[in-house]
């Protein structure tokens, strides 16, 4: 009983461990500010719009992804919220893949600043089949970013489709 009353005296007068300083969150979020704002990709005859935009009080990232092919609506490919994990010092990440399809990604995130930020995907399909891919961004300049998305295969990693190992992003006026 007196330990803890001298505990909490002092815990009171501010006697108790120093704690290291909080990150803050703009610290946490830096390898990945420069994908915020809106996108535009050309891949064969489709069209990717991407759109990495901030939750409140910059507490995560909603990536979400277009695709329109020739002479088709634009549709939504995913959409979902990347968000911190102090444990991991990553991003965690959900996306729902055509939604309505009862597909899912979900993985983890990483960058560090200046370096490609890599998005490590597992697919899960409404039948419960598991694929693996891998994205990445890097940052060339201010208005471009070069993507690759590549699959794993028995073979390694393979671009997913054609051109896929090098997918040019350039940003769009309307950027968040």
Known sequence: MHRLIIVAGAIALGLAPAEAPAESVSDRYAAYEFLIGNWISKSGDATVRQSF????????????????????PERLHFDGIMVWNGKSRALDYLFAIEPGSGAQEKGTVRGEPGKPVVREVELTG????????RQTFQ??????????????????????????????????????
């Not at 070069?146 to 350039?170: C, H, K, Y």
């Open 139 to 176: 940052e060339v300049g201010p208005q471009k970013v070069l993507t690759s998305l590549m699959r794993l295969t028995e073979a390694g990693w393979q671009p997913n489709f054609p051109g896929a190992d090098r997918i040019e992003m350039v940003r769009t006026g309307d950027s968040n």
């Open 53 to 72: 935009t901030w939750g409140p009080n910059r507490s995560y990232i909603r990536y979400s992804t277009h695709l329109q092919q020739s002479g088709s």
């Open 126 to 133: 409404a039948d419960g089949a598991v694929s693996h891919f």
